[in-house]
């Protein structure tokens, strides 16, 4: 089980950019420090899969894993600039249950044989912008920005279940964890004080999140 020391005290603005610095190599080249959780795969063998089936879906599971990339992101991003220190606490929670996600998708592609997206460096830098940007609009802002991104990851998620086979139980049961983690995580967010965000910036993010599935699922 890990332990994460700076949930109990408080950091200065530089410590935090060092401890996010830290962050990002580790979600990008490393290996993500993760809660005791275990891996939902775990309790499924191996299915017998065609070559497609197997192409296809390590190809779904690599736009995962870079939605995971995403999220951690996003929430470090939040985090960074939060106002208030207990919306800050949330982030940091939800960011190290998204760190479970990140490490389950990361062991499934390497279970399939299949490599991380060549574009994670760019989606990492772009969605911790826009998650530091939403911090600073305010905490009422930023939560809401997380109530949207886990809906939508939610009906991503839903949509990958449909494809994966019924006999590929491991990666089902990843989905499955992750789509129920999203939803918990919306609900505290909304809970927090989150509001629903603008029309056209819930636009934005969907047609962000299309771009960004259609690309990874190649490269």
Known sequence: MTTHTHQTR??????RLLINADQALRTLFGRPQTTERPN?????LEPELRNDQRRHIARLMRINHTGEVCAQ???QGQ???????????RMERSAEEENDHLAWCAE???ELGARKSLLNPLWYAGS???GASAGLAGDKWSLGFVVETERQVENHLAGHLEQIPAQDGKSRSILEQMKADEVRHAQVAKAAGG???PAPIQAAMKLTSRIMTRTVYWI
Do not use: G, I, Q
């Open 10 to 15: 408080r950091y200065s603005s530089v410590d």
């Open 40 to 44: 939902p795969a775990d309790a499924h």
């Open 73 to 75: 992101a996003l929430y």
């Open 79 to 89: 985090a960074l600039t939060a106002k208030l220190p207990e919306t800050r606490d």
């Open 108 to 110: 499934r592609l390497d």
């Open 128 to 130: 911790f912008a826009m």
């Open 195 to 197: 509001v629903d965000l």
